[in-house]
């Protein structure tokens, strides 16, 4: 599946670029991701999906492709597995900056495929979530590019964007594609939340993040998924007995 994305960000693309490329500064901007080991090249880390009552937990790694300096043009692979499941992820996402006034435009193209619970809300579903966690990404992103150089900046590597509040609020108000974010707009200083206990970030939650009128869709699927779980539960406790 592919999403295509853009949004603008309040600061020259140099600027910009350096950023991007610095994982620990804009993981607290990743919902639902956790940044474990970065050594410039390769990224270790987990991430947490909320399907209904279930939550599953992908740990995997994504590793730098291409980086060129002087396009400000990017290529990020990522894959991952569920934890305890069979459900895989993977992605490739490429970004691309260009000049746009005072500030920077930010292409984003994402190719990506999930196996297992996540794949059974649909394509629809996910391309609409995908709009919705990239427009926090983009308005977390644009406040931490405006903070005062002495501010105190968070270093936890758990996603900021994706707190109880922001991960499974309400739809953000940039999350259409082509959106400009605007400096110090709407759920910017939200998206940018200290991380949960033990450093781990609040799962995604793919039903109150789609929307009311999509989770009307999703709910359904999500509880069917929670009680097939349940029931493969029992009967392996039984069996055990």
Known sequence: MELRHEFTVPVPVEEAWRALLDIERVAPCLPGTTVQEFDGEKVNGTVKVKVGPVTLTYRGTAVFEER??????????????????????????????????????????????????????????????????????????????????????????????????????????????????????PGAPEARAEAGPAGAAEPIDLVRTAGLPVARRIVPAALAAGAAAAAVAVIVRRRRR
């Not at 970004?95 to 495929?113: I, K």
């Not at 629809?124 to 005062?148: H, N, Q, T």
């Open 68 to 185: 060129d300096e002087a396009a400000h043009r990017m290529v990020l692979k990522a894959s991952g597995k569920e934890v305890r499941g069979q459900g895989t992820a993977r992605a490739t996402v490429t970004a691309g900056l260009t000049a746009s006034g005072e500030g920077t435009a930010v292409s984003v193209h994402t190719d990506f495929a999930v196996t297992g619970r996540p794949a059974q809300i649909g394509r629809g579903v996910m391309a609409e979530v995908g709009d919705r966690l990239v427009g926090r990404f983009a308005d977390c992103l644009s406040g931490e590019l405006v903070r005062a150089p002495g501010a105190e900046a968070g270093t936890g590597t758990a996603a900021g964007a994706g707190t109880a509040a922001e991960a499974g609020g309400p739809s953000a108000p940039h999350a259409a594609t082509g959106s400009a974010v605007k400096p110090g707009g």
